[in-house]
């Protein structure tokens, strides 16, 4: 079945450390978005990718590092600089047809926590 | 100013009623419209997308656009417990710094009472 997968599920961080979240979708699609959600909040963007070797910056990119080396993978590193990451972290894809988004779908997620 | 308003819940209906979940958004040329729900918990799931203005029906669902006014809506006919989540409205943007982007509301609370 194709789908977007989202590694580890849980995952802790200790402070000074960075950690990396794994995405992978076997859609085909072209874009591919990293969100985070706090609780009781919605989703804020933290990096997007149309093209594999390009990504821009979303609202909150601060503290973050992402590549697009494959279409399939979009990996986010969140560094030591990122002072408050616990969150719920969502990956997803979509394709874009003449300009016009089309609906996005999502990973099961990653909670981050910090030790 | 929120780019994406949805109407603060929770909102709490009684089974069988039809519950109304409201957006709206400031990006006058926005094009791609989408409802998703969220269980606690869990990731969020399209349920309605919508793109051009009018209604759409899928089953209990229905999404309203109305570009002119900036609004689109959500109702649920004949609401279960299983409804009980958080809607959380998207946007799509259609261009300059939003191409490329969705713009999510912070989600509407749903809860559907026996």
């Known amino acids: 079945d194709g789908g977007i997968t989202q590694s580890p599920k849980y995952l802790f961080r200790k402070e000074g450390q960075n950690v990396t979240l794994s995405c992978e979708q076997n859609l085909n699609h072209d874009a591919m978005y990293w969100y985070r959600q706090d609780p009781g909040q919605g989703l804020r963007l933290i990096y997007y990718?149309?093209?594999?070797?390009?990504?821009q910056k979303g609202d909150i990119a601060e503290g973050y590092s992402v590549s697009r080396e494959k279409k399939e993978s979009f990996p986010l590193t969140v560094t030591s600089a990122q002072k408050n990451p616990t969150a719920f972290y969502l990956c997803a894809s979509s394709i874009i047809y003449r300009g016009i988004y089309q609906p996005q779908h999502f990973g099961d997620g990653t909670r981050l926590s910090i030790l | 100013q929120k780019e994406v308003e949805q109407n603060s819940g929770p909102l709490s209906v009684p089974e069988g009623a039809i519950a109304s979940l409201n957006c709206t958004y400031s990006d006058r040329v926005s094009q791609s419209f989408f409802w998703y729900r969220q269980y606690s918990g869990k990731s969020p799931e399209l349920i309605m997308s919508i793109y051009s203005n009018g209604d759409k029906e899928d089953g209990r669902f229905t999404a309203q656009l109305n570009k002119a006014s900036q609004y689109v809506s959500l109702l649920i006919r004949d609401s279960q417990p299983s409804d009980s989540a958080t809607y959380l409205c998207?946007?799509?943007?259609?261009?300059?710094?939003?191409?490329?982007?969705?713009?999510f509301g912070q989600g509407t609370i749903l809860t559907v009472h026996p």
């Open positions: 990718s149309q093209i594999v070797n390009d990504f």
């Open positions: 998207a946007v799509g943007g259609a261009g300059g710094t939003s191409y490329g982007k969705l713009t």
